[in-house]
């Protein structure tokens, strides 16, 4: 199984991190990650097939904001909040909100 | 001159937020407007070609970021800071800090 590859933290941007946000699918993975120390691929994907979500894993974790690591056959995801709370302060926690109340209404 | 269409807060939403802040250039007019009332696109397109920039205030705009007004030939831009505090609260405060550290790191 291939090593994932992640950024140090002062090589990612802030434009990085928001592109990364800009996207209802990526916006739901890290959604979930807020309310999970770890999980799985399977577990974030919404049942979207593979194809069309591993993409979505990678540019989360080129911005950033997920750190992969390979468990057997699996991929277990976790929000690398300590690291993105040191170099951008406050923003994941405006970002959690925000996630919650969109969710929130979308479910309104 | 034509009228510029701004979206109602609540028809906005915060991937398109985000995708607005992922391209440098928006954010350093949104930088440029963290720090004035108004601002002409003139004094904020840092000498960019009109045809370059004007894409850039339209998706602002359509974020919901920016509020362009008419005054003569020239187009006025303010942030509708007042309103976006309303919708995600918090955001704004985050998004300057990491706008202005980015800056920092950049003059260093």
Redesign the interface.
Known sequence: MRVMKHPAMHEI????V??A????VR?EIVQKLCRTEEASCNALDGGRPKSSVSHHFRVLREAGLVWTRNEGVSHMNALRRRELDER????L??VE???F??AGANAA
Chains 1, 2 share one sequence.
């Open positions: 941007s802030i434009e990085q928001f592109y946000l800009s996207d209802p916006l951008f302060p406050g923003l926690t405006v909100a925000a996630i109340a969109r």
